[in-house]
Protein backbone atom coordinates (compact mmCIF):
# COMPACT_ATOMS: atom_id res chain seq x y z
CA UNK A 1 0.00 0.00 0.00
CA UNK A 2 2.90 2.33 0.91
CA UNK A 3 4.17 1.99 -2.75
CA UNK A 4 0.76 2.51 -4.51
CA UNK A 5 0.59 5.65 -2.63
CA UNK A 6 3.97 6.66 -3.19
CA UNK A 7 3.07 6.43 -7.43
CA UNK A 8 0.29 8.06 -6.72
CA UNK A 9 1.56 10.89 -5.06
CA UNK A 10 4.60 10.56 -8.32
CA UNK A 11 1.82 11.17 -10.75
CA UNK A 12 0.02 13.55 -8.69
CA UNK A 13 -3.13 11.50 -9.52
CA UNK A 14 -5.91 13.98 -8.12
CA UNK A 15 -4.40 16.31 -11.39
CA UNK A 16 -5.55 14.06 -14.05
CA UNK A 17 -9.09 15.00 -13.60
CA UNK A 18 -8.14 18.16 -14.92
CA UNK A 19 -6.48 16.81 -18.12
CA UNK A 20 -9.11 14.59 -19.05
CA UNK A 21 -11.84 17.93 -18.21
CA UNK A 22 -9.22 19.97 -20.88
CA UNK A 23 -9.41 17.45 -23.57
CA UNK A 24 -13.14 16.45 -22.94
CA UNK A 25 -13.75 20.64 -22.86
CA UNK A 26 -12.12 20.71 -26.17
CA UNK A 27 -13.93 17.81 -28.28
CA UNK A 28 -17.30 18.74 -26.81
CA UNK A 29 -17.03 22.47 -27.42
CA UNK A 30 -15.35 21.58 -31.52
CA UNK A 31 -17.56 19.02 -32.26
CA UNK A 32 -20.75 20.94 -30.87
CA UNK A 33 -22.36 18.56 -28.93
CA UNK A 34 -25.81 19.06 -27.36
CA UNK A 35 -26.90 16.13 -25.71
CA UNK A 36 -25.54 13.51 -24.18
CA UNK A 37 -24.43 10.89 -26.22
CA UNK A 38 -22.60 7.65 -25.69
CA UNK A 39 -18.56 9.09 -26.51
CA UNK A 40 -17.10 8.50 -29.88
CA UNK A 41 -14.14 5.21 -29.49
CA UNK A 42 -11.65 8.69 -30.60
CA UNK A 43 -12.39 10.58 -27.27
CA UNK A 44 -11.81 7.77 -24.98
CA UNK A 45 -8.42 7.04 -26.80
CA UNK A 46 -7.55 10.96 -27.10
CA UNK A 47 -8.50 10.72 -23.38
CA UNK A 48 -6.31 8.09 -22.52
CA UNK A 49 -3.35 9.89 -24.19
CA UNK A 50 -3.71 12.76 -22.36
CA UNK A 51 -3.63 10.85 -19.16
CA UNK A 52 -0.50 9.23 -20.55
CA UNK A 53 1.07 12.39 -20.70
CA UNK A 54 0.05 13.64 -17.91
CA UNK A 55 1.41 11.04 -15.88
CA UNK A 56 4.74 11.37 -18.10
CA UNK A 57 5.21 14.97 -17.39
CA UNK A 58 4.70 14.34 -13.47
CA UNK A 59 7.09 11.53 -13.08
CA UNK A 60 9.83 12.94 -15.19
CA UNK A 61 9.40 16.56 -13.19
CA UNK A 62 10.55 15.06 -10.45
CA UNK A 63 13.52 12.87 -12.13
CA UNK A 64 14.75 15.89 -13.25
CA UNK A 65 14.51 17.56 -9.56
CA UNK A 66 15.71 14.52 -7.76
CA UNK A 67 18.47 16.54 -6.55
CA UNK A 68 16.55 19.62 -5.63
CA UNK A 69 13.71 17.72 -3.72
CA UNK A 70 16.51 15.94 -2.08
CA UNK A 71 17.12 19.06 -0.54
CA UNK A 72 13.98 21.29 -0.38
CA UNK A 73 11.19 18.06 -0.38
CA UNK A 74 13.38 15.13 1.27
CA UNK A 75 10.03 13.39 1.90
CA UNK A 76 8.92 12.77 -1.76
CA UNK A 77 9.00 9.60 -2.93
CA UNK A 78 12.15 9.62 -5.47
CA UNK A 79 14.50 11.19 -2.43
CA UNK A 80 13.22 9.12 0.20
CA UNK A 81 13.87 6.12 -2.46
CA UNK A 82 10.24 4.74 -1.98
CA UNK A 83 10.48 4.66 -5.76
CA UNK A 84 14.08 4.55 -7.66
CA UNK A 85 15.05 6.99 -9.54
CA UNK A 86 15.89 4.38 -12.71
CA UNK A 87 12.32 2.90 -11.91
CA UNK A 88 10.64 5.62 -12.38
CA UNK A 89 12.78 7.48 -15.42
CA UNK A 90 11.81 4.24 -17.14
CA UNK A 91 8.04 4.51 -16.53
CA UNK A 92 8.04 8.28 -17.48
CA UNK A 93 9.49 7.41 -20.76
CA UNK A 94 7.03 4.47 -21.32
CA UNK A 95 4.50 6.69 -20.45
CA UNK A 96 6.01 9.63 -22.90
CA UNK A 97 6.01 6.97 -25.60
CA UNK A 98 2.26 5.75 -24.68
CA UNK A 99 0.80 9.29 -24.83
CA UNK A 100 2.36 9.57 -28.28
CA UNK A 101 1.33 6.15 -30.04
CA UNK A 102 -2.54 6.47 -28.40
CA UNK A 103 -2.21 10.15 -30.22
CA UNK A 104 -1.68 8.02 -33.84
CA UNK A 105 -4.51 5.60 -32.90
CA UNK A 106 -6.43 8.22 -32.29
CA UNK A 107 -5.75 9.87 -35.57
CA UNK A 108 -6.52 7.02 -37.07
CA UNK A 109 -9.60 6.04 -36.09
CA UNK A 110 -10.73 9.76 -36.22
CA UNK A 111 -9.51 10.54 -39.20
CA UNK A 112 -7.67 13.52 -38.59
CA UNK A 113 -4.02 13.55 -39.06
CA UNK A 114 -3.34 16.76 -36.78
CA UNK A 115 -4.23 14.68 -33.68
CA UNK A 116 -0.83 12.65 -34.37
CA UNK A 117 1.18 16.36 -34.79
CA UNK A 118 -0.35 18.30 -31.63
CA UNK A 119 0.25 14.73 -30.30
CA UNK A 120 4.29 14.91 -31.05
CA UNK A 121 4.03 18.47 -30.02
CA UNK A 122 2.73 17.77 -26.62
CA UNK A 123 5.84 15.37 -25.95
CA UNK A 124 8.74 17.49 -27.18
CA UNK A 125 7.32 20.20 -25.00
CA UNK A 126 6.43 17.59 -22.17
CA UNK A 127 10.26 16.96 -22.59
CA UNK A 128 11.67 20.00 -23.45
CA UNK A 129 9.79 21.88 -19.78
CA UNK A 130 11.64 19.22 -17.68
CA UNK A 131 14.84 18.80 -19.60
CA UNK A 132 15.46 22.18 -20.55
CA UNK A 133 13.04 24.97 -19.59
CA UNK A 134 11.78 24.24 -15.79
CA UNK A 135 14.68 26.67 -14.14
CA UNK A 136 14.72 29.28 -16.88
CA UNK A 137 12.50 32.53 -17.49
CA UNK A 138 10.60 30.42 -20.22
CA UNK A 139 9.38 27.50 -18.22
CA UNK A 140 5.71 29.10 -16.89
CA UNK A 141 5.28 29.33 -20.63
CA UNK A 142 6.40 26.37 -21.63
CA UNK A 143 4.63 24.64 -19.35
CA UNK A 144 1.38 26.61 -19.68
CA UNK A 145 2.23 25.63 -23.68
CA UNK A 146 1.60 21.72 -21.96
CA UNK A 147 -2.07 22.63 -21.06
CA UNK A 148 -3.02 24.64 -24.17
CA UNK A 149 -1.31 21.77 -26.75
CA UNK A 150 -3.85 19.15 -24.28
CA UNK A 151 -6.92 21.13 -25.19
CA UNK A 152 -5.65 21.59 -28.97
CA UNK A 153 -5.27 17.17 -28.35
CA UNK A 154 -9.12 17.18 -27.56
CA UNK A 155 -10.12 19.70 -30.06
CA UNK A 156 -7.93 18.08 -33.08
CA UNK A 157 -9.78 14.71 -32.02
CA UNK A 158 -13.09 16.55 -33.22
CA UNK A 159 -11.68 18.43 -36.20
CA UNK A 160 -10.86 21.55 -34.59
CA UNK A 161 -10.67 24.26 -34.50
CA UNK A 162 -12.58 25.05 -36.98
CA UNK A 163 -13.27 28.87 -36.46
CA UNK A 164 -10.57 31.29 -35.26
CA UNK A 165 -11.82 32.41 -32.05
CA UNK A 166 -11.55 29.12 -31.11
CA UNK A 167 -7.84 29.59 -30.40
CA UNK A 168 -8.68 31.50 -27.53
CA UNK A 169 -9.02 28.61 -25.50
CA UNK A 170 -5.92 26.77 -25.93
CA UNK A 171 -4.45 30.04 -25.52
CA UNK A 172 -6.13 31.19 -22.66
CA UNK A 173 -5.47 28.03 -20.88
CA UNK A 174 -1.81 28.24 -21.65
CA UNK A 175 -1.48 32.03 -20.41
CA UNK A 176 -3.71 30.61 -17.00
CA UNK A 177 -1.45 27.46 -16.58
CA UNK A 178 1.72 30.15 -17.29
CA UNK A 179 0.66 32.22 -14.04
CA UNK A 180 0.12 29.58 -12.10
CA UNK A 181 3.47 27.95 -12.78
CA UNK A 182 5.32 31.19 -12.08
CA UNK A 183 3.37 31.80 -8.73
CA UNK A 184 4.03 28.09 -7.69
CA UNK A 185 7.98 28.23 -8.40
CA UNK A 186 8.75 29.37 -4.84
CA UNK A 187 5.85 27.02 -3.10
CA UNK A 188 8.41 25.59 -0.93
CA UNK A 189 10.19 28.32 0.55
CA UNK A 190 9.59 32.47 1.05
CA UNK A 191 7.89 33.40 -2.18
CA UNK A 192 8.46 37.23 -3.50
CA UNK A 193 5.64 39.10 -3.86
CA UNK A 194 6.26 40.84 -7.20
CA UNK A 195 6.77 37.43 -8.78
CA UNK A 196 3.37 36.53 -7.09
CA UNK A 197 1.56 39.51 -8.39
CA UNK A 198 3.09 38.81 -12.05
CA UNK A 199 1.80 35.45 -12.23
CA UNK A 200 -1.98 36.89 -10.72
CA UNK A 201 -1.74 38.78 -13.97
CA UNK A 202 -0.70 36.08 -15.79
CA UNK A 203 -3.79 34.08 -14.41
CA UNK A 204 -6.20 37.23 -15.06
CA UNK A 205 -4.91 37.79 -18.43
CA UNK A 206 -5.42 33.86 -19.30
CA UNK A 207 -9.26 34.07 -17.46
CA UNK A 208 -9.83 37.09 -20.07
CA UNK A 209 -8.62 35.12 -23.42
CA UNK A 210 -10.38 32.19 -22.76
CA UNK A 211 -13.98 33.78 -21.41
CA UNK A 212 -13.91 35.76 -24.49
CA UNK A 213 -14.64 32.94 -27.11
CA UNK A 214 -18.01 32.61 -25.58
CA UNK A 215 -18.66 36.82 -26.20
CA UNK A 216 -17.55 35.46 -29.51
CA UNK A 217 -20.23 32.50 -29.87
CA UNK A 218 -23.01 34.96 -28.44
CA UNK A 219 -21.96 37.15 -31.28
CA UNK A 220 -21.96 34.86 -34.12
CA UNK A 221 -25.35 33.57 -34.70
CA UNK A 222 -25.93 29.95 -34.68
CA UNK A 223 -21.99 29.82 -32.66
CA UNK A 224 -24.48 28.01 -29.36
CA UNK A 225 -27.74 27.38 -28.92
CA UNK A 226 -27.53 27.74 -25.11
CA UNK A 227 -26.08 31.49 -25.33
CA UNK A 228 -28.92 32.40 -28.27
CA UNK A 229 -31.65 32.47 -25.40
CA UNK A 230 -30.22 36.00 -24.48
CA UNK A 231 -27.74 34.14 -21.41
CA UNK A 232 -24.77 35.66 -22.14
CA UNK A 233 -24.75 38.70 -19.12
CA UNK A 234 -25.74 35.45 -16.96
CA UNK A 235 -22.48 33.54 -18.19
CA UNK A 236 -20.51 36.58 -17.98
CA UNK A 237 -21.35 36.66 -14.37
CA UNK A 238 -20.74 33.24 -13.24
CA UNK A 239 -17.27 33.77 -15.25
CA UNK A 240 -16.75 36.62 -13.03
CA UNK A 241 -17.67 35.08 -9.89
CA UNK A 242 -15.36 32.12 -10.52
CA UNK A 243 -12.22 33.95 -11.67
CA UNK A 244 -12.44 36.13 -8.74
CA UNK A 245 -12.45 33.13 -6.34
CA UNK A 246 -9.22 32.35 -7.87
CA UNK A 247 -7.70 35.73 -8.03
CA UNK A 248 -8.80 36.29 -4.75
CA UNK A 249 -6.79 33.50 -3.25
CA UNK A 250 -4.16 34.59 -5.33
CA UNK A 251 -3.75 37.86 -3.83
CA UNK A 252 -4.13 36.47 -0.37
CA UNK A 253 -1.01 34.74 -1.22
CA UNK A 254 0.69 38.42 -2.11
CA UNK A 255 -0.19 39.38 1.17
CA UNK A 256 1.15 36.68 3.05
CA UNK A 257 3.52 34.50 1.40
CA UNK A 258 4.20 31.92 3.41
CA UNK A 259 4.30 28.24 2.02
CA UNK A 260 0.87 27.47 2.88
CA UNK A 261 -1.15 30.22 1.45
CA UNK A 262 1.24 30.26 -1.84
CA UNK A 263 0.53 26.36 -1.92
CA UNK A 264 -3.35 26.82 -0.87
CA UNK A 265 -3.93 29.18 -3.95
CA UNK A 266 -1.86 26.64 -6.44
CA UNK A 267 -3.97 24.52 -5.21
CA UNK A 268 -7.37 26.15 -6.11
CA UNK A 269 -6.25 27.37 -9.55
CA UNK A 270 -5.45 23.79 -10.11
CA UNK A 271 -8.82 22.54 -8.97
CA UNK A 272 -10.49 25.48 -10.55
CA UNK A 273 -8.90 24.46 -14.12
CA UNK A 274 -12.08 21.68 -14.25
CA UNK A 275 -14.63 23.99 -13.32
CA UNK A 276 -13.58 26.72 -15.52
CA UNK A 277 -13.64 24.13 -18.17
CA UNK A 278 -17.58 23.44 -17.13
CA UNK A 279 -18.64 26.33 -17.89
CA UNK A 280 -17.10 26.83 -21.11
CA UNK A 281 -18.63 23.84 -22.23
CA UNK A 282 -22.05 25.37 -20.46
CA UNK A 283 -21.87 28.36 -23.08
CA UNK A 284 -21.20 26.02 -26.10
CA UNK A 285 -22.66 22.82 -25.15
CA UNK A 286 -24.99 23.62 -22.99
CA UNK A 287 -26.22 22.46 -19.47
CA UNK A 288 -26.08 18.04 -19.85
CA UNK A 289 -22.13 18.21 -21.15
CA UNK A 290 -21.40 20.73 -18.62
CA UNK A 291 -22.76 18.86 -15.95
CA UNK A 292 -20.56 16.08 -17.16
CA UNK A 293 -17.02 18.11 -17.16
CA UNK A 294 -17.88 19.48 -13.68
CA UNK A 295 -18.71 15.68 -12.25
CA UNK A 296 -14.68 15.41 -12.56
CA UNK A 297 -14.25 17.24 -9.31
CA UNK A 298 -15.42 14.39 -7.40
CA UNK A 299 -11.74 12.29 -8.62
CA UNK A 300 -10.10 15.19 -7.63
CA UNK A 301 -11.60 15.50 -4.71
CA UNK A 302 -11.16 11.93 -4.08
CA UNK A 303 -7.32 11.90 -4.97
CA UNK A 304 -6.71 14.76 -3.04
CA UNK A 305 -7.39 12.94 0.22
CA UNK A 306 -5.00 10.66 -0.65
CA UNK A 307 -2.40 13.07 -2.13
CA UNK A 308 -1.56 16.51 -2.61
CA UNK A 309 -2.40 18.23 -5.72
CA UNK A 310 0.77 20.17 -6.01
Not at 293 to 303: D, E, K, N, S, W
Request: charged share 10%.
Amino acid sequence: MATVLAWLRLVRIPNHATAVADVLAGFLICSQAQTIEWPAPSLWLVIAASVSFYASGMVLNDVFDYQLDRIERPERPLPSGRISLSTAARVANVLLALGSILSCATAAVSGYSSVALVGAALTAAIWIYNRNAKRTPLGPLVMGSCRGLNWLLGMAAAGGPTASYQWLLPLGMTIYVAGITLYARDEAGESRRHVLGLATLFMLAGLATAGAHSYCLAINHGGSTWLAGNRLPSWILLWSLLSASILVRAVLGMIDPSPGRVRAAVGNAIMAIITLDAVLVLAACGEQWAIVVIMLLAPFLCGRQLVSAT
